[in-house]
């Protein structure tokens, strides 16, 4: 059974770096497709964030590329997330998923809330 | 704003069908056929119900139902029932990219 699990500080403050790992397990991300984030402001809906293949060759949101890294480590079977510059308007449960393609998003984590606040 | 228009809540009685609609354009929904659709409860992480516009992930009730013309894609419930009353989310393909809609609440009556 796969199974994806964010882990990362809940509260950061405005201006700062959002750092996110996810650690997947029953699968090995090795095996191929890619890996996303997706976050949900609260009381909001979805927005999709980035994805990456195990290769490394990532694409992401248009209106957070300037601000985002998303990186793979195959050697410990994690994706992370990295956002710059965050606001209150990046506060939000943050899901780690699997990516099909095609927005097929098969296997999502518990997600975690992260909020921007001083 | 979400780049694809979802109705904001429909409702319906045990039993009966409901569509809930998706909008975009020839840039995502109608220039892809990678539609996929979401159900959330509260509190929850949403859930693949539909995928490649009209496809079924395994142990997805065939009462969930996909299809798509030109910009629009649509979701159908038939045979409603409580459990059914949930968040619906569709999302698109779009040039090196994905967008959802901004959410459809459900209401079994």
């Known amino acids: 059974q796969v199974q994806l699990q964010e882990s990362g500080p809940g509260l950061v403050k405005p201006s700062e770096t959002l750092s996110l790992t996810c650690t997947v397990s029953?699968?090995?991300?090795?095996?191929?497709?890619?890996w996303a984030w997706i976050r949900q402001p609260p009381g909001k809906g979805l927005e999709w964030i980035g994805s990456?293949?195990?290769?490394?060759?990532?694409y992401y949101n248009p209106s957070l590329r300037s601000r985002l890294t998303i990186s793979v480590d195959t050697s410990k079977n994690q994706f992370a997330l990295k956002l710059s510059s965050v606001t209150a308007a990046d506060t939000a449960v943050y899901y780690c998923?699997?990516?099909?393609?095609?927005?097929?998003?098969?296997?999502w984590g518990q997600g975690t809330l992260v909020t921007v606040s001083s | 704003q979400s780049v694809l228009t979802q109705p904001r809540s429909v409702s319906g009685s045990p039993g009966q069908s409901v569509t809930i609609s998706c909008t975009g354009t020839?840039?995502?929904?109608?220039?892809?056929?990678?539609v996929s659709w979401y159900q959330q409860h509260p509190g929850t992480a949403p859930k693949l119900i539909i995928y490649?516009?009209?496809r079924r992930p395994s142990g997805v009730p065939d009462r969930f139902s996909g299809s798509k013309s030109g910009n629009a894609a649509s979701l159908t419930i038939s045979g409603l029932r409580a459990e059914d009353e949930a968040d619906y989310y569709c999302?698109?393909?779009?040039?090196?990219?994905?967008?959802f809609g901004g959410g459809t609440k459900l209401t079994v009556l």
């Open positions: 020839s840039s995502d929904v109608g220039g892809y056929n990678h």
């Open positions: 999302c698109s393909q779009a040039d090196r990219s994905l967008v």
């Open positions: 029953g699968y090995s991300i090795s095996s191929g497709y890619y």
């Open positions: 490649d516009v009209s």
């Open positions: 998923v699997r990516d099909l393609g095609g927005g097929n998003h098969d296997y």
């Open positions: 990456i293949h195990h290769s490394g060759s990532a």
